[in-house]
């Protein structure tokens, strides 16, 4: 579904990735996996045309994506839930919902309020709350529920369980795995290996914007080496 082929990303002279490689397939759960300024989060910005690469291609579903403005990347397919949530804090949480709606896909599985709703019941519970007055897990539910709106093909979650209480960090867990029981594809980054490894069907592990590993957590576990050289604090 998408191919990240040989990017090289700059924030001004900074060299932040390095002749990044990687495929993400139809229907799996991908962890991008790496400590704090590794590039994670460059790598999910680079596919959203957030960041321009300078070099290389980045291909989703046999289309190049390089030098589109990021809204027609959205309207491609590719759904993005930023680090930072950036939900609308005046709106109530059917307002937020309504912004992020789309038109149905047919190579995707389709949203609609009340679904949400079941996925997420703290939602349900909070839908005419605005944005402002809900907890930050809960703030969390709402952005990937905003972008579930958009019927994406393909669903980037940034730290998803960043900052967010233990409770909430499984209910998220639970719901990544309800989105791919549905279909959907997913690429999260994460520096919880616990968390990643409950979700992901496999692992790609980088490092100075440079990719270490790609393979399966069964692969990771059997290289502790590899764990404890780009993983451990």
Known sequence: MLSVERIHSYYGKAHILNDLSFEVRRGEVVALLGRNGAGKSTTMKSVMQLVRP????????????IGQPAFRVAKDGIGYVPEDRRIFTDLTVIENLE???QPRRQDAPHWTVEQLFEIFPNLSE?????GKH?????????????TLMGNPSLLLLDEPSEGIAPVIVEQMAATILKLKAEGLTVMISEQNLHFARAVADRAIIIEGGEKKFDGSFKELEAHPEIRDAYLSV
Do not use: D
């Open 126 to 130: 909070r839908r005419a709350n605005r």
């Open 99 to 101: 912004v992020g709606r």
């Open 54 to 65: 300078k070099q290389g291609q980045v291909v989703f579903q046999g289309e190049n994506l």
């Open 134 to 146: 809900m907890s930050g897990g809960e703030q969390q539910m709402l952005t990937i529920a905003r």
